[in-house]
């Protein structure tokens, strides 16, 4: 596939999340879902008619082929993909009786971990996201924290949402030291309270970091922006009655992405309307099993 007017590349692994069908049941059937943070915000992206990329290194196992046919299902550009035949990730997920999720990983000798840092991205390329597993395991983590300097230094709009998986992390003080270095290179920072409660620091630290923005995700709470030139926005959550939360927190980011897509529009953007839209699109991902993001109709269609 050749290189669309890709605007929008979002970095990091892809993985199948196995999802119980029976939450209440841990030894019940279980449901295989495309999924990733990166690739989750990929798909969101492409759901909400954004220009979009994705830049990863795939299985080539059936696992790998379905991924990637659901990237190009939405039309998000996969030329950017390097291909393996190690297997895919998977994640099994384990839902509580509130909706929300925790995982489980078999990440060892899987594709995504061998990740390269590529020559170049597409010429239109304004904006690059990353996050989740894939700045954790190694090698691939350190190409992909190549990519973000690289990146930040040309001018492009960075989001990192750390997107914490505990079980992942050997070391949680040197992550904690490394996630502080790669805020001078950081336009966007999303995370979620949870997230912002394990890394430490305040949001004014962080801001002073580097970042122009951070936007927090409060789950039933709703979500809070807070610039470098002082704004702070809070809006509420969309009441929903919620299946699971699986995916939630990508479908936002793929929201600012697509109504924040470069460095300048952080200081114009209208915070609090950009903000109800992440809330309903997150909304409509929680009503639904697993990591399903609305498109842009749907979302017209709650306002």
Not at 90 to 96: H, I, T, W
Request: hydrophobic fraction near 45%.
């Amino acid at each position: 596939m050749g290189y669309v007017l890709a605007v929008i590349v979002v970095a990091g692994e892809s993985l199948i999340d196995l999802v119980p069908l029976h939450p209440e049941d841990p030894l019940g059937p279980l449901s295989p879902r495309p999924g990733g943070g990166p690739y989750n915000t990929a798909v969101a992206l492409g759901r909400l008619g954004a220009e979009a990329a994705f830049c990863s290194r795939v299985s080539t196992d059936g696992f790998g082929e379905t991924l990637l046919g659901g990237l190009a299902a939405v039309g998000v550009d996969t030329s950017l993909v390097q291909r393996g035949p190690e297997p895919t990730t998977l994640a099994v997920a384990a839902v509580g009786p509130d909706g929300s999720a925790g995982y489980g990983f078999y990440a060892d000798g899987t594709a995504d971990r061998l990740f390269e840092l590529p020559p170049h991205l597409p010429p239109r390329a304004t904006a690059l996201a990353l996050g989740t597993c894939s700045l954790v395991l190694e090698p691939g983590a350190s190409a992909y924290e190549a990519l973000l300097r690289r990146e930040s230094d040309r001018g492009l709009l960075t989001l990192l949402d750390p997107n914490i998986r505990a079980a992942l992390i050997p070391d949680p003080d040197a992550y904690r030291a490394r996630f502080r270095s790669w805020l001078p290179y950081v336009s966007l920072l999303k995370l979620s309270e949870e997230d912002a409660a394990w890394l430490g620091g305040t949001v004014e630290e962080w801001l002073g970091a580097g970042p122009r923005a951070v936007v927090v995700t409060r789950g039933a709470a709703g979500l809070s922006a807070h610039t470098a030139e002082g704004g702070e926005y809070a809006v509420p959550a969309e009441r929903v009655k919620i299946a699971d939360t699986i995916g939630a927190g990508d479908t936002v980011n793929a929201a600012l992405l697509r109504h924040v897509p470069t460095v300048s529009a952080l200081s114009s953007a209208d915070w609090p309307g950009v903000l109800r839209y992440a809330a309903r699109a997150a909304a409509l991902t929680c009503a639904r099993t697993g990591a399903q993001p609305p498109t842009a109709e749907e979302v017209r269609a709650a306002s």
